[in-house]
């Protein structure tokens, strides 16, 4: 039985923070977990100030899901007009494929439509991710074509190891 603890993140859990979705996503550890982004991107994910930035923006908020004490996963949430958006989602590598993500998205899901009146959750997925957009789609959301240009450049997300990044929006009706 999976049980989790949800709550906000405070300014203390930024460094944990960091560390989790680094470990999810960048470097040798992030190949524990199907969420990899090592192949495409080298350099960081995240860092305290972005982190820090979520965790104080007024209508957002960085949900954190422990279990038996330990930061297992994260996510970025904010409320945007009808929308709520999904960020920075991150399970701890060992621990992914086992359900964990479902449960903190259907959290997530749930404070945007009961808290915030949120019909839809939006998110950017980097196009070239076809397996975690995969994910996605079998959890209801869906493509929408809307693309946003990768910040080639800024070292601040990563430093792309090809040409053709891209952020796609995707979209989960709510109600």
Do not use: N
Not at 58 to 76: E, K
Not at 84 to 95: D, H, I, K, Q
Request: proline share 3%.
């Amino acid at each position: 039985m999976l049980t989790l603890t949800f709550r906000d993140a405070t300014v203390d859990d930024v460094a944990d923070v960091v560390a989790l979705v680094e470990s999810a996503y960048r470097g040798d550890s992030s190949r524990a977990g199907w969420t990899t982004e090592a192949d495409i991107l080298e350099g960081q994910r995240t860092d305290p100030d972005g982190v820090r930035e979520v965790v104080e923006r007024p209508g957002g908020r960085m949900l954190l899901a422990d279990q038996d004490g330990v930061l297992v996963a994260c996510c970025q949430l904010e409320h945007r007009g009808d929308a709520g958006y999904f960020g920075m989602f991150a399970v701890r590598p060992g621990r992914q494929g086992g359900g964990l993500g479902k449960v903190v998205m259907a959290e997530a899901e749930r404070i945007a439509r009961e808290e915030w009146g949120a019909t839809t959750m939006e998110m950017t997925v980097i196009s070239v991710r076809e397996d975690l957009i995969a994910y996605y789609e079998r959890r209801g959301y869906r493509r929408t074509g809307e693309m946003s240009p990768f910040p080639y450049g800024d070292e601040r997300f990563g430093l792309p190891q090809r040409d053709d990044l891209a952020f796609e929006k995707l979209v989960k009706d709510l109600r």
